[in-house]
Structures are given as structure tokens and as C-alpha cells.
């Protein structure tokens, strides 16, 4: 850190500054600080405390009300601010005006990077890259605090199954193990080394729990799950958030079992502070607590801040009914004393440990962090690793830059706007740098570079445009059409009963196409789309997600073959909404589908088909598009000699498996390896991955890859939070993607 940094932004701040006391040192020192605030504070200054307000940039009269509310207590952290100069203000008024000088805390949500932005988290995770995933993290909270901003609302840990969900885009893939390795090491990334460092920001795990539950994929909706179901799929993440030692948590929207989770003493109280010892804080969703009332579980805003303040929610986003209905709470002995103490403890707790007492403002004079060299590099090298390649036949891919006229199509190939994703933070769009704009610099002088888009938006309906690329297309000898969603279509409450490509796009893939001429598909998405028609009549396609910043040079860079793709995806892709929920960890039926499928051999959709009392569609494969984990390589991998051990005296078990680069390309393939056990107290799911590698071969290189199976990585969760490894059958696999690889039965002893 450069010494300028240390360096507070005037001499006001400075007076001030001198007045703090250093930070407590250890956990000890700050416990103690806490209780000896805690002890000064007034029922109201303790409810401020649990008070977070929205900064509203407009009108004049709404700042002045914030500032007044901190001169007086009112209000214990802000989100959304507008710049550093304005948190210093606000920070100023705290640490200066107000009676005890609390601090605030900003938070923003920084959810895939600050003003360099890296893909949708969706994108992140299919990299299957702990190190690089924690590394954006870093340059995200590194952005963000020269803001001011001390703390994001992130990672997104939910778990979901359906891709109407708008919200996939947030999440890290559908299953619970990836998900809790890539969101501890967010966690890693944004809070650092050392939470008290100027540019480290506290993490908030959200949305606590289920919230990717939702009833039809719609957001908000209602969720049921059962405990044990709860605890197997949709607490892992949440629970390795907080091993990795996440300082926050979100509650979220979601009705859970009949009770919201931002009142659930169940969620709140019993799992995330009695069983896991969680001693940072909790946050409502914004307003969730006011919307206990149309959840039909308050009757007025009276009740839901006893219903929260009960449930454990220790801090109100934005609706203010902790702050309102407190003290009458108390003084009639709905809610205690303790609980309020506990609640403001808990953020004193983290403001301390964040170094807010010593050091609360935000240096605005040193030289910008934004955007660096090294940040490019970064989102450029996981933008990359977040692309699949989903096809590839007859090798059109990678192109080649010499002597041809290739033409760049398509809605999406110059929309630096829904390159962005859906939490865009400080980003400006015209940073975020498209595969037009980049393209010319990736072939010779002598290639000639055909521009049409065909399509207005991607969401457009008007055809006149694509004659325009037809004829382009014809005059090409390779097309690049760059399709998909607009990055307006997915995200918080922006959901989809139908997920093939907006508007007219089927009618400008079908028109190119019917040229002949060898097809590239880049399609753009904050989720998985339904696009089987247009992936039958294209020869290649790339997956690129919202790639944000650096979209255009990491896509060009694996056109070019630059890098060779080693992405994989981490959701099933669906071959229609009507198989969804579809999920490769699910369980087996007392009838299973594809298996009998395949053994009678008939095709789907005809009459023939309808013999068979099998779990399945009559109208559509039970196999998905593109299963998880799937993702091709300009290279082969060959995986042979699959070997596990004998359990050691802790009853691991060692499994190894050769993997050979048989192709003509230097690559990497993410290793991945599942287990199934055949009979269990509950019924388990017919795969379960419980470890994966990303390998690097040079062209005929062979290398051995072992893994450690734990007898603990085989247990789960039965009813009433009990968790057991049970004795008996299981079978192991280790291959490319969660439908292949060589497999090995084991037994697990008693
Ligand atoms: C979202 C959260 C977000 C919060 C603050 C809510 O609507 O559900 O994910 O962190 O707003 O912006």
C-alpha cells in the first residue's frame, strides 16, 4: 500500500482523524470496544445502528435528510453512494457530529467488479477457477474502496435449478459443491488478507436461503424445501461463505416453508448462530422486512419489525420499521433487550474489524486504481475461462486470420451495452469493448471484415435489416453471427416463461444460414437459452455469457485460437422450458428416464412412443441440450487408468486417473470426478461432483491426476440436521463432463 494512501483527504478530516483510537488489534481488544460502546449507546442510537438508508442522489432536501439522520444518530450504514466524496461527507458528520462518533458503512452491490467489469457470476463459474475467481474479487474490492465502498453485496450463493430464474445469471452454476468452492474464494478476494486494510470490503452471503427455490422460476415466489433438502443443496455455499470467514449475511425475499426467510429464527437463528457460530451480521433484502406484511405473515409494520428483529435480522435495508416501532417493541416486551444488543453488537463487531473507527475515510487523492493494466489482464484471462465451446463440426473453429472475408453479424456483435451484464456498478458502456470493435485487429491487413447487425436489438422484431446480412454473408467465407439476450433480460426480477432468442433472431440465424456459408454462433446470455434449431444449422458455437469489459478481445482471442477454450458449464442447458426443473444431480425415480428411453429406441414424438411407463416426456429427450460440466476444447483429451485405492487409516480413498492431450493443441481440461451411492436412509441423487482440477497439457503430454475422497465428502444430510456417511455401494467417475468418464465401483466399509 503507498504511503498516500494513508493520507486523509483534508485537514478537517485530519483534526478528526487524530481523535480515533487505533483499531483493536486482536478479537479480545475489539469485544471489548463493542461492549464499552455498546454500554454508552441510547435506545435509539442502538436502533440507527440496525437502520440502513438507500443514498438518494435527488432532490437537495433528500441528502440533507440523510445527513441530518446521521447527525443524529439515525442510521448505521448506507448503500448505493454516489462517490467517495460523498461517503467521506456523510462519514465525516458520523465520525465528527454525531454524540458516540460512530462510523458508517457504505455498501454497493459489487457483484462481477466495480468499474472493470468481469462476466455475469454465471460466466465466472464456469471457469472452474477458484484462484482467478478470488483474484477479480480482489480487483473488485480494491475499485470499489477508492469509492468509499467498504462493503458488497456479494457473492450470490443460491443454488437454482431453473433457468426462468432471472437471477441464474447471479449464481455459480446449479450445484452446491462448486458453488461453495467459487463463493468462498469471492469471499477470499473481496475481504482479503486483512479485513482492516483500506482496501479490503466486507462480504454479504445472500439471499439466506432458498430464494433460488422459486415456485415456476418467477422471482420473489414462494419456496418449499424439505430440511434435509435444505441443508444438502441450498445450505453448503452459505456455510463455506462463512468458514472462509464472511463478515455478513443477506436475508432474502423468499417465503421458506410457510415462514420468510427475513423472519425465520429457523434459517437466522438456530442454523446460521447456534450450529455454525456466525458472529458478523445480518441484513435484510431491500424492504423485506415491510414485505412481511403482503406476505400475509405481519399484520402491520409494527409487527414485521418484531417479526425480523424475533426472526434475526439485525440491520433493515431501506424500509425503516425497526427504527420506528422499536422502542414501543420493547417497552412492551415484544421483542428483549438482548436482542437489540446483540443485533448492534454484531455490527459494531464487523465496523471495528473492518478499521472504520481508525481509519473511516475514503483517500481521494491517490493516483486511480481503475481499470489498471493488471485488471484488464485479469477480467480478460477469466472472460476467457468463462466461455464454452458447445460445438465444434467440422473444425470451423479456431479461424484463421489470413486472406478471407469474414463477416461479423448479428445484433449482439457491436452492443457494448449488453456486453455489461445485469449489475453493471461504475462501469461505463463505452469501456466495455465489443467483438466488432476489437475484430480487425485480430486479422492480416488482407482480410476483408463485413459488418451488419441484422437485427437492431437483440430483442427486435423488425426483419428489414437482414437482407443487408444475408448479403454479407454471401460474400463471406465464414460467418461470426453474435446472438442472444440483451443483458436487460435477466437479473432481479427479470424472469422468462419462454427462454429461446428474442425477438425476430431465429429468422436472422435461419436467413444466414440458408447461404451456406460455414456458421460461428457466439451467443450472449445471463442464462441458459433454448436455441436447438439454431445450434442444428451452425457449425461452431461459443457460450459467452455477459462478458462485461472485455468481452470482444477474450471471444476474439478464442475465434483466433489466441487461447483455446477450457470453459465448462456449470447448468444443464434445457433442450425446451418444458424439461425444466432439469439438473444433473438428480434423483433416479423408481423409473428411470433416459436409460429405458434409449433401450426401447424409439423416437420421441410418435406414437410408437408411447408404450413405457417411464419417467419421461413423450415429446421431448429426457437428456438435456448440453449437460453440466460439458465444454469442448481445440484439442482431444484421452482419460485411461482409472485407479482408486484401498481407504487409509482415515478411510480416504485415493482416486487416479491418467489424462493424455491426444490433440494437436496445447490446452486445459477441467478434471472432474462424482460419486453416486446406491442405497441410502434417503434416496440420493444419481451423480454428485466432489472434486474437479483444471489440467494444463502441452500437445501429447500425459499426466496423473489424484483426488482425496473423504468419507465425509460421501455423508449428507438426513432430517433434523443429522448428518451421516453411510456404509454400502457407491460408484465413482472421473471424466470432461458430468454425462461421461470412466467409472469404478467401491464399496464403503462400516
Ligand atoms: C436485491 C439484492 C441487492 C439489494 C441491494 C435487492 O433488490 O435482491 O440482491 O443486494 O437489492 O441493492
Given amino acids: 500500500m503507498s504511503l498516500r494512501r494513508l493520507l486523509l483527504p483534508c485537514a478537517s478530516v485530519l483534526l478528526a482523524a487524530s481523535a480515533f483510537a487505533a483499531t483493536p488489534a486482536s478479537d479480545a481488544e475489539i469485544e471489548t470496544a463493542v461492549e464499552k460502546l455498546l454500554s454508552k449507546m441510547t435506545l435509539a442510537e442502538k436502533l440507527g445502528q440496525m437502520s440502513q438508508r438507500h443514498y438518494a442522489l435527488k432532490p437537495q432536501t433528500e441528502i440533507t435528510i440523510s445527513e441530518e439522520a446521521v447527525r443524529q444518530s439515525q442510521v448505521g450504514s448506507f448503500l448505493n453512494p454516489d462517490s467517495a466524496e460523498t461517503v467521506n461527507q456523510l462519514q465525516r458528520i458520523a465520525v465528527e457530529e454525531s454524540r458516540l462518533k460512530i462510523p458508517l458503512i457504505f455498501g454497493l452491490d459489487v457483484i462481477h467488479g466495480y468499474r472493470t467489469l468481469f462476466p455475469i457470476p454465471l460466466g465466472q463459474s464456469c471457469s472452474w477457477n477458484p484462484e482467478l475467481i478470488a483474484a477479480a474479487a480482489r480487483v473488485a474490492a480494491i475499485e470499489a474502496s477508492s469509492a468509499g465502498i467498504r462493503w458488497t453485496f456479494a457473492p450470490m450463493l443460491d443454488v437454482t435449478h431453473d433457468p426462468r430464474w432471472g437471477r441464474v445469471a447471479e449464481t455459480l452454476g446449479e450445484d452446491p459443491f462448486l458453488t461453495s468452492q467459487l463463493g468462498a474464494a469471492m469471499v477470499r478476494g473481496f475481504q482479503g488478507q486483512n479485513l482492516a486494510d483500506p482496501q479490503s470490503i466486507a462480504a454479504c452471503a445472500k439471499h439466506y436461503v432458498g430464494y433460488g427455490a422459486a415456485e415456476g422460476g418467477r422471482d420473489y415466489n414462494t419456496t418449499l424445501i424439505p430440511e434435509a433438502e435444505l441443508r444438502n443443496i441450498y445450505l453448503p455455499s452459505f456455510k463455506a461463505a462463512k468458514d472462509a470467514g464472511i463478515q455478513t449475511f443477506m436475508s432474502a425475499f423468499n417465503d421458506l416453508n410457510g415462514v420468510p426467510t427475513s423472519a425465520n429464527p429457523f434459517t437466522l437463528r438456530q442454523i446460521l448462530r447456534k450450529e455454525w457460530a456466525f458472529d458478523g451480521f445480518v441484513v435484510s433484502d431491500w424492504n423485506s422486512v415491510k414485505e412481511l406484511i403482503p406476505h400475509g405473515f405481519a399484520a402491520d409494520e409494527r409487527d414485521a419489525a418484531r417479526l425480523g428483529i424475533i426472526g434475526g435480522v ?180 427479470r424472469c422468462r416463461a419462454f427462454l429461446d432468442l428474442p425477438g425476430a433472431q431465429q429468422e436472422l440465424v435461419d436467413a444466414v444460414a440458408a447461404t451456406g456459408k460455414p456458421l460461428v454462433l457466439v451467443i450472449f446470455g445471463g442464462r441458459p437459452l433454448t436455441f436447438s434449431r439454431a445450434a442444428d444449422s451452425a457449425q461452431a458455437i461459443l457460450y459467452a455469457w455477459h462478458p462485461g469489459t472485455m468481452a470482444g478481445p477474450a471471444i476474439c482471442d478464442l475465434l483466433f485460437g489466441r487461447t483455446n477454450p477450457s470453459g465448462k458449464l456449470t447448468t444443464t442447458f434445457p433442450r425446451t422450458v418444458g424439461q425444466i426443473p432439469i439438473y444433473y444431480n438428480h434423483k433416479n425415480t423408481g423409473r428411470p428416464t433416459s436409460f429405458e428411453e434409449e433401450k426401447l429406441g424409439l423416437p420421441i414424438g410418435t406414437p410408437q412412443n408411447t408404450i413405457g411407463y417411464y419417467s419421461r416426456y413423450l415429446d421431448v429427450h429426457s437428456t438435456p441440450a448440453f449437460p453440466f460440466g460439458f465444454g469442448l476444447s481445440y484439442t482431444t483429451f484421452a482419460y485411461t487408468d482409472l485407479k482408486l485405492s484401498q481407504p487409509d487409516a482415515n478411510g480416504v480413498l485415493t482416486a487416479t486417473v491418467a489424462i493424455t492431450n491426444t490433440g494437436a493443441r496445447e490446452g486445459t481440461e477441467v478434471v472432474q470426478l462424482y460419486t453416486r451411492q446406491f442405497v441410502g436412509s434417503l434416496t440420493r441423487p444419481i451423480k454428485e461432483l466432489k472434486g474437479f482440477q483444471r489440467v494444463a497439457l502441452k500437445v501429447g503430454e500425459k499426466r496423473t491426476v489424484t483426488f482425496a475422497v473423504t468419507p465425509q465428502s460421501l455423508g449428507y444430510f438426513v432430517d433434523g440436521g443429522k448428518f451421516i456417511v453411510e456404509p454400502g455401494r457407491y460408484q465413482l467417475w472421473i471424466g470432461g463432463d458430468s454425462a461421461s468418464g470412466l467409472s469404478t465401483p467401491f464399496v464403503l466399509k462400516p
Wanted: some cysteine; overall charge neutral; hydrophobic content about 40%.
Fill in 314 to 493: 439485525d440491520m433493515e435495508m431501506v424500509s425503516t420499521n425497526f427504527r420506528e416501532h422499536g422502542e414501543a417493541l420493547l417497552h412492551d416486551g415484544a421483542i428483549s433487550q438482548a436482542m437489540i444488543d446483540d443485533a448492534v453488537r454484531r455490527i459494531l463487531r464487523v465496523k471495528f474489524r473492518l478499521g472504520l473507527f481508525s481509519n473511516p475515510y475514503t483517500d481521494t487523492k491517490s493516483p486511480s486504481v481503475l481499470l489498471t493494466e493488471e485488471n484488464l489482464r485479469i477480467a480478460r484471462e477469466l472472460t476467457t475461462q468463462s466461455m464454452v465451446l458447445l460445438k465444434n463440426e467440422p473444425r470451423v473453429l479456431p479461424l484463421s486470420p489470413e486472406g478471407k472475408t469474414i463477416a461479423v453479424l448479428g445484433p449482439l456483435a457491436d452492443s457494448a451495452t449488453d456486453m455489461r451484464g445485469c449489475w453493471s456498478c461504475a462501469a461505463k458502456i463505452e469501456e466495455c469493448r465489443t467483438v466488432y470493435s476489437v475484430f480487425k485487429d485480430y486479422v492480416s491487413p488482407t482480410t476483408r471484415v463485413l459488418y451488419a447487425p441484422g437485427l437492431a436489438t437483440a430483442g427486435s422484431k423488425d426483419t428489414k435489416g437482414i437482407a443487408a446480412a444475408v448479403k454479407a454473408a454471401r460474400k463471406a467465407d465464414v460467418v461470426v453471427l453474435c446472438i442472444g439476450e440483451g443483458h436487460e433480460l435477466s437479473g432481479e426480477a
